[in-house]
């Protein structure tokens, strides 16, 4: 199985910017996409940005232009630059990925969540 370890969430002013980081360790065969996904108080998780392991990035609409998703397959980690925050970004942040055990199955893994506020 395969852990993952979130930092960087708080509170910020609207414009303001914040950076999340996670850290993959466990024993698995392969990880590959990296990425992050946020829930808002009363409405369904959503996706934020993932990247694969070849580096190809995508990006939900709302946040494309503000937030950029860098990663580093060496080390399996994943981080998501968010400039000009917006309280509409105010959500938890889970990082996910999507990895492959020794028995060949694709499984995905999420972290506990950071939470991210924005105030206006």
């Known amino acids: 199985q395969v852990q993952l370890v979130e930092s960087g969430g708080g509170l910020v002013q609207a414009g303001g910017s914040l950076t999340l980081r996670c850290a993959a360790s466990g024993s698995v065969l392969s990880i590959n996409h990296m990425g992050w996904y946020r829930q808002a108080l009363g409405k369904e998780r959503e996706l934020v940005a993932i990247?694969?392991?070849?580096?190809?990035?995508t990006y939900a609409d709302s946040v494309k232009g503000r937030f950029t998703i860098s990663r580093d397959n060496a080390k399996n980690t994943v981080s998501l630059q968010m400039n000009s925050l917006k309280p509409e970004d105010t959500a938890v942040y889970y990082c996910?990925?999507?990895?492959?055990?020794?028995?060949?199955?694709?499984?995905?893994?999420w972290g506990q969540g950071t939470q991210v506020t924005v105030s206006s």
């Open positions: 996910n990925t999507n990895f492959v055990d020794y028995r060949g199955r694709i499984n995905a893994g």
């Open positions: 990247a694969n392991t070849g580096g190809r990035t």
